[in-house]
T-cell receptor, first 110, second 115 residues
């Protein structure tokens, strides 16, 4: 069965400091991994997906199959990065239902 | 495009009452998902539809929960009877395609409080 683990419920960093939000997964096949973000009073929205290998708002995430991790990183945190971040997994075979982690609330301290 | 529309945005009800949550997906999307968000468990998939047909309802917590999608532009999630532990934010999302790589677009959510 698939499982997504985000070990930190809360994470605080100072503005300008590097930030890393951890995500580990368990799945027997090859999954597609995503990061979704929910800013205050906004809808949950896709931030990035591993298959695109893109950087969004300065964030990157590398899929490490050996460690089954998909950590989200940004070298210099900004105040506007404060939000709830969810790591999610979907099996590449079958339908595209998303399995979410429990989320990490990031607070960037000015 | 207004995106995924959910109503009501807030619902306060008493234990034992029936609650109906509504969702209008983005036009043209063929997948619709219902999620529940709680502090303890985060986001959990309850059920999803493909072309109006329920595909996986294994996340529906109990028989008190039911969901329907009578047409491509409307879905309901019903709780009867409601209980305080059902208090949560319920999200609807839709996507186009089912390869596993499509972005899901979320509605604003319905915040439910059962007293």
């Amino acid at each position: 069965a698939q499982r997504v683990t985000q070990p930190e419920k809360l994470l605080s960093v100072f503005k300008g400091a590097p930030v890393e939000l951890k995500c580990n997964y368990s799945y027997s096949g090859s999954p597609e991994l995503f990061w979704y973000v929910q800013y205050s009073r906004q809808r949950l929205q896709l931030l990035l997906r591993h298959i695109s290998r893109e950087s969004i708002k300065g964030f990157t995430a590398d899929l490490n199959k050996g460690e089954t991790s998909f950590h989200l990183k940004k070298p210099f945190a900004q105040e506007e990065d404060s939000a709830m971040y969810y790591c999610a997994l979907t099996p590449l075979t079958g339908a595209n239902n998303l399995f979410f982690g429990t989320g990490t609330r990031l607070t960037v301290i000015p | 495009d207004a995106g995924v529309i959910q109503s009501p945005r807030h619902e306060v009800t008493e234990m034992g009452q029936e609650v109906t949550l509504r969702c209008k997906p983005i036009s043209g999307h063929d997948y619709l998902f219902w999620y529940r968000q709680t502090m303890m468990r985060g986001l959990e998939l309850l059920i999803y539809f493909n072309n109006n047909v329920p595909i996986d309802d294994s996340g529906m917590p109990e028989d008190r929960f039911s969901a329907k999608m009578p047409n491509a532009s409307f879905s309901t999630l019903k709780i009867q009877p409601s209980e305080p532990r059902d208090s949560a934010v319920y999200f609807c999302a839709s996507s186009f395609g089912g390869s596993g790589r499509e972005t899901q677009y979320f509605g604003p959510g319905t915040r439910l409080l059962v007293l």
